[in-house]
């Protein structure tokens, strides 16, 4: 079986970004600290099963990058009242009605999303279908069978 073991973000502070996650995402422990190759690495326990790293690097080369990471959330507007107040910034205003629109036999999905910035630019998508509604990747397809 493979899953998603972990996400990986290169930080500029660990202390900032620890502080950041574990405000932002209500639950989120710290899972385990190590150092490896002079690199502070600590991995964050974000719920479900969702795991970060984050490495402290003393440089700014890949500090912050990757194109987003994305959290389907029971609750958006708390999920984002909580990112704000833990400092983030808006990238892409908060859409509440968004029509993903289905291609090749997948169904269209309505929802919502915001995408903000973390502690150092990492950014942050935030989704959650409409009611009633379910992910086009989890209905039937007509077109791949």
């Not at 970060?52 to 990471?69: F, N, V």
């Not at 205003?93 to 291609?103: A, D, I, M, S, Y």
């Not at 269209?108 to 998508?125: F, K, Q, R, S």
Request: charged fraction near 25%; include cysteine.
């Amino acid at each position: 079986m493979t899953q998603l073991f972990h996400i990986f973000l290169a930080v500029k502070d660990i202390n900032r970004s620890i502080e950041f996650y574990t405000k932002a995402f209500e639950g989120t422990k710290v899972l385990y600290e190590f150092e490896i190759d002079g690199f502070d690495i600590t991995m964050l326990g974000l719920g479900n099963g969702v795991v970060l790293e984050l490495l402290q690097r003393p440089y700014d080369e890949s500090d912050g990058k990757w194109q987003h990471i994305a959290f389907e959330c029971t609750d958006i507007d708390a999920q984002y009242q909580r990112l704000m107040e833990a400092g983030a910034t808006i990238r892409m205003p908060f859409e509440k009605t968004t029509v993903l629109k289905g291609r090749n036999g997948f169904p269209d999905t309505h929802c919502c999303g915001v995408h903000v910035l973390g502690p150092d630019g990492e950014e942050i998508e935030l989704c959650q279908p409409q009611p009633g509604q379910k992910w086009g990747w989890d209905q039937p397809n007509t077109f791949h069978k």
